[in-house]
């Protein structure tokens, strides 16, 4: 099954790019308009208003999403890509409860993650007074860490905080087909298949590989002058600025990674949608 969503998917992506890349295009047009409200954080006196920001999203692109895998469920069923159905409000109420019902999931697997920032936040801004720890004493628990090299140990705690991502991707790969089942009217339906759809997620990877080889080569050297800088922290926080390389990242990002997003996706719709024919003719 695993190859027949494949092939699925590519054919219906090369078919239909031009409409899959208006509707990553739209998708990302709303996101930034429940991000809008970040600009509030300008202005002292307005900075409470950013707190608009959740719920924005949460009114506006939870909904939209589940909207996108109806599309792409219609697509494989009448071969056309309906744009306009990003911005339905049919079934608004059961949209956004399917869209709430996929953060309640996904919360267990971030967790970690949620609770490191915290605790990395409060470690930085909390006085000493207050169970805070001073520059000097933040230096010290790094190069402990680090075996003596403050540099060493900034990088390791780069790493482990990086690694308290890991179940946070592991919980999008465990649950990136349930709004593909709600689009089918039957969320059960990935029961029993989770092993195969999280196989689906991980295929995709290899969409963002052209993406990642890029910006990594040409954001190595910005990141080891960003080590440098958060060692010498003792001597005061000056982060380097980013070089001309930044364009290439940029660049990267438009023409590698953003036109393969909607193949990432309809591999995952495939698979499930395959699922469901296959029940059904049984």
């Keep these: 099954m695993l190859k027949q969503a494949m092939s699925r998917a590519w054919g219906l992506y090369r078919r239909h790019f031009g409409g899959l890349l208006l509707m990553l295009v739209v ?8 991000l809008a409200p970040l600009l509030f954080l300008l202005n002292p006196a307005t900075r409470l208003l ?4 959740p719920v924005l999203f949460v ?23 309906y744009v306009r159905g990003l911005i339905s409000v049919k079934d608004y109420g059961c949209k956004l409860r399917c869209g709430l019902m996929g953060i309640v999931c996904m919360l267990p697997w971030m967790l970690l ?15 000493p007074e207050q169970g805070g720890m001073d520059v000097f004493a933040v230096m010290r628990l790094v190069r402990q860490i680090g075996g003596g090299s403050t540099v060493t140990g900034v990088k390791y705690v780069v790493l482990m905080y ?7 991707l592991a919980g999008f790969a465990f649950h990136s087909g349930t709004r593909h089942a709600y689009a089918l009217g039957d969320r059960k339906i990935i029961k029993g ?25 040409a954001g190595f050297t910005y990141v080891q002058e960003l080590m440098k800088a958060l ?9 380097p600025k980013p070089d001309g390389k930044l364009y290439i990242i940029v660049a990267a990002f438009v023409l ?17 949608n395959l699922i469901a024919e296959g029940e059904h003719k049984a």
Aim: aromatic letters at 8%; charged letters at 5%; one cysteine or more.
């Design 256 to 272: 590698l990674l953003l036109p393969l997003v909607p193949l990432k996706q309809l591999m995952t719709s495939c698979y499930v």
């Design 193 to 217: 298949h989770r092993g195969g759809v999280v196989a689906v997620w991980l295929l995709g990877l290899v969409t963002v590989v052209p993406f990642i080889a890029v910006a990594g080569a």
């Design 50 to 53: 950013a707190l608009l920001c």
């Design 113 to 127: 993650f949620i609770a490191s920032t915290g605790l990395l936040y409060y470690v930085y801004s909390a006085n």
């Design 59 to 81: 009114l506006l692109v939870l909904p939209m999403r589940q909207n996108a895998a109806m599309i792409m469920r219609d697509l494989q069923k009448y071969d056309t890509v």
């Design 27 to 34: 998708q990302l047009m709303v996101v930034l308009m429940s």
């Design 231 to 239: 060692s010498n922290i003792m001597g005061g926080l000056s982060l």
């Design 162 to 168: 990086l690694a308290t991502l890991l179940p946070v």
